[in-house]
């Protein structure tokens, strides 16, 4: 049975695109962890995060890495944080490669310049909270990841990468 593609990384690495595309190349499903959690609970992350809490958005992500790891053959796209809890990442592996998006704090800072999507990223200095956020994350995502991809160049780029890699695993 063909294991799932688990694309983790931090906010503005590319997931969701890369995912997307990824599943449209391979033929297979796609699932957001972000958007199914939206999906379930009728709110977005940034509703969520603001009338229900961190925490509670938390156990929704282990909650979901639970039930996604009953898939076969399927692309999906975690959030920043949903890989740097052991017990999700043992979840979500059960079935799952975990290929990590690498980009640097600068290709962050460009992408999301402008997006008010992300709660964590609502500071008045976002440079120092997304250099300190990824300094910290860093070693938890490399321990998560199977194979690490750097994410710097085109989605379709970083699609082929994850292709040849995902496609030469017996
Ligand atoms: C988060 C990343 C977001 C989303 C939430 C928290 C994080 O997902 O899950 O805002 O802790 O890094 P993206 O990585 O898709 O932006």
């Given at each position: 049975m063909k294991k799932n593609i688990i694309l983790c990384g931090f906010?503005?690495?590319?997931k969701s695109t890369v995912g997307k595309q990824l599943s449209e190349k391979m033929g297979m499903k796609f699932i957001d962890t972000d958007s199914y959690i939206e999906q379930k609970e009728g709110m977005t992350i940034s509703e969520i995060f603001a009338e229900k809490g961190e925490d509670y958005f938390r156990s929704l992500e282990l909650e979901v890495c639970k039930e996604l790891s009953?898939?076969?053959a399927a692309v999906i796209s975690t959030g920043g944080g949903t890989l740097l809890k052991d017990e999700n990442v043992k979840a979500i592996k059960k079935n799952g490669v975990v290929f990590l998006l690498n980009v640097s704090s600068n290709t962050v800072l460009t992408r999301l310049?402008?997006?008010?999507?992300r709660p964590l990223l609502q500071r008045e200095d976002k440079e120092k909270a997304v250099k300190m956020m990824l300094s910290q994350r860093t070693p938890l995502y490399n321990r998560a990841a199977d194979y690490v991809i750097d994410a710097e160049e085109s989605p379709r780029k970083v699609c082929s990468r994850i292709m040849s890699v995902y496609n030469s695993i017996k």
């Open positions: 906010m503005g690495c590319g009953n898939l076969h310049k402008s997006d008010d999507t």
